[in-house]
């Protein structure tokens, strides 16, 4: 069994920042990519962020240069900084981790429960 449990959402003021983290536990083996979705109500979930496990990023063009994913191998975890944040940055946010497990060892996509970030005044 593999969890990812996301922590760090809620309401903040426009401009303001929060952190998101993500943990990974369960009988991983390796974990490949972990990253970050949003969903905002009526729209698609779209990525955020994502990282390798050797450090390599991408980010969605809405907010480079205003959130920054990092991750903690040792730990499992993945964390996304958010910073100057805008009403549409409102969604629930999934953690997502590419890993291979104990029991398969063949790569699979796993993902967090959600956590709700609001942006308003």
């Known amino acids: 069994q593999v969890q990812l449990v996301e922590s760090g959402g809620g309401l903040v003021q426009p401009g303001g920042s929060l952190r998101l983290s993500c943990a990974a536990s369960?009988?991983?083996?390796?974990?490949?990519?972990m990253g970050w979705y949003r969903q905002a109500p009526g729209k698609q979930r779209e990525l955020v962020a994502a990282i390798t496990s050797g450090g390599s990023t991408n980010y969605a063009d809405s907010v480079k240069g205003r959130f920054t994913i990092s991750r903690d191998n040792a730990k499992n975890t993945v964390y996304l900084q958010m910073n100057s944040l805008k009403p549409e940055d409102t969604a629930v946010y999934y953690c997502n981790a590419e890993l291979r497990t104990i029991a398969t060892m063949k790569p699979q996509d796993y993902w967090g429960q959600g956590t709700q970030v609001t942006v308003s005044s």
């Open positions: 369960g009988s991983i083996f390796s974990i490949n990519a």
